[in-house]
């Protein structure tokens, strides 16, 4: 059972500082079930690589038990597992709890990581390992043993070789392995039980929330139904604990904002760009309780409308109004759980996107995160970004000097720092960018609100429907 990990971070030799262990020395460690060696195969500054190789006895963890064959003959000693879970915490478990007091710097800092594991049992196929390991920026490169090359006919076995590439926080990597592996072989060595629910609130907390899959995870790592029940209630709970937009936040800026219906005139320019662009299977991302939703239901050009947010709560609200429409409107319209921080097969193939209002709510690592999953892997035909224009401020009399308008607004964006973060983001990835005021224009301060209409430069088009993977609410 072998992990490795290598990076080209300079000096890449910082990775014997992250992981707590000398690239100079092969050490050693007493587990349970065996014995865990690290080394480091390849160590220069340009490239490092650490590796893990888990030697399990598994004649010493049934012996004296009365076991049978099966127990002493399977693929357990060979194949990435809890095994490797548990050898991972115990032995990289202070970099994986995020800790370095020799560079402190360094553990918040995303840098190229490279896992390789082998072999990995998963059942399912290749898919199920992209759809768990690509929403959180990997790429997956993943090859399958065949059950005997003698044999051919005999077909495919559940297991791969693996190669997963990120650009990533090395505690955000270790706690990923840490999770799906486990996931992905379907079974554990040792009881299930409530603690199990804790430790993986616990090591996902960071990305489980918001996780295009998190409901298959928390099945296949939890395998019983009732503790899984509890532990996707709590996700839930978390999602909305950490909500921006409560009702008494939201409720602070409509009186900001409330006297120009300024939310209104957001909506209906929206809805103006994605008309003009012809636009007809629509995203709303950051939907909310769906006005913009409702305002593209009335329009028959839009025979496609996806709503997607983070909270459940608001959600509910949104489906309880569309319950109360008639049903050949609600044929037209889908609302999905997820996040926007995350790569979300879900969201490829559509005609546009609007995204209204969200953006000021991420802060700089989240902003790049939602950049990634809207126009590096979604790419809509044509994307709608509204936020306020910070210039704008000094004329709300109600609004003090220097605060935003929303409490948890993370930025609010001169005119000139919306046009440079645009015309970055187009330049990227292949978009044009124009930018529109909202709202009425003071001469030197500007509209309150921007837009920004993101069109793709090049015609690509995709067949890919919204049918696989659709979380109903």
Same mark, same amino acid.
């Given at each position: ?167 990533? &926080? ?123 939703? &409702? ?160 069109? &793709? ?17």
């Amino acid at each position: 059972m072998l992990l490795t990990l290598t990076t080209t971070h300079s000096p890449a030799t910082d990775l014997g500082y992250l992981l707590h262990k000398h690239p100079a020395r092969v050490q050693t460690f007493d587990l349970p079930f065996g014995q865990a060696h690290v080394f480091y195969p390849e160590v220069s500054d340009v490239r490092c690589m650490a590796a893990l190789l888990l030697d399990v006895d598994p004649i010493g963890l049934v012996r004296g038990q009365g076991a049978t064959l099966a127990q002493y003959v399977n693929d357990r000693p060979y194949v990435a597992s809890s095994f490797l879970s548990v050898a991972l915490s115990k032995v990289f478990g202070t970099a994986m709890g995020g800790r370095c007091k020799d560079r402190p710097a360094l553990v918040e800092t995303p840098i190229p990581l490279e896992a390789r594991l082998a072999v990995v049992p998963c059942h399912g196929g290749a898919d199920v390992l992209r759809r768990l390991f690509e929403p959180l920026g990997y790429e997956v490169e993943a090859t399958g043993h065949p059950l005997d090359e003698t044999f051919p006919q005999w077909g495919d076995s559940p297991y791969f070789n693996v190669t997963l590439r990120n650009t990533v &926080r090395l505690a955000d990597l270790l706690s990923h392995l840490y999770v799906l592996i486990p996931v992905l072989d379907g079974a554990k060595h040792y009881y299930v039980g409530e603690d199990e629910v804790d430790k993986l609130l616990d090591k996902g907390a960071a990305w489980l929330p918001g996780h295009p899959e998190r409901a298959f995870i928390t099945r296949r790592y939890l395998r019983f139904g009732g503790l899984a029940r509890d532990a996707l209630a709590r996700l839930a709970e978390a999602d909305d604990s950490a909500l921006p937009d409560d009702d008494a936040q939201a409720a602070k800026k409509e009186a900001v904002e409330q006297p120009m219906r300024l939310h209104d005139q957001r909506l209906d320019a929206a809805v103006d760009v994605l008309k003009a662009a012809g636009a007809q299977r629509v995203l709303d991302l950051g939907c909310g309780e769906g006005k913009l939703v &409702r305002r593209l239901m009335d329009d028959a050009q839009f025979t496609e409308i996806v709503g997607m947010d983070v909270s459940v709560r608001v959600l509910e609200r949104a489906k309880a109004w569309l319950d109360r429409r008639p049903e050949r409107q609600q044929r037209r319209v889908r609302l999905l759980h997820g996040s926007l921080l995350y790569r979300d097969r879900r969201l490829d193939g559509f005609d546009a996107a609007a995204v209204v209002e969200v953006i000021e709510h991420l802060d700089a690592p989240r902003l790049a995160a939602f950049e990634r999953t809207v126009f590096a892997h979604a790419r809509p035909g044509t994307v709608v970004v509204t936020t306020p224009n910070q210039e704008y401020n000094a004329l709300f009399e109600s609004l003090p000097a220097g605060q935003f308008r929303h409490p948890d607004h993370r930025f609010e964006w001169t005119r000139a720092e919306f046009a440079a973060w645009g015309t970055r983001l187009a330049d990227a990835h292949g978009y044009a960018v124009r930018f529109l005021p909202i709202g009425p224009e003071d001469p030197t301060r500007g509209a309150p609100s921007q837009m920004a209409v993101f069109e &793709r430069t090049d015609t690509m088009a995709s067949d890919v429907t919204l049918t696989d993977g659709e979380v109903p609410v």
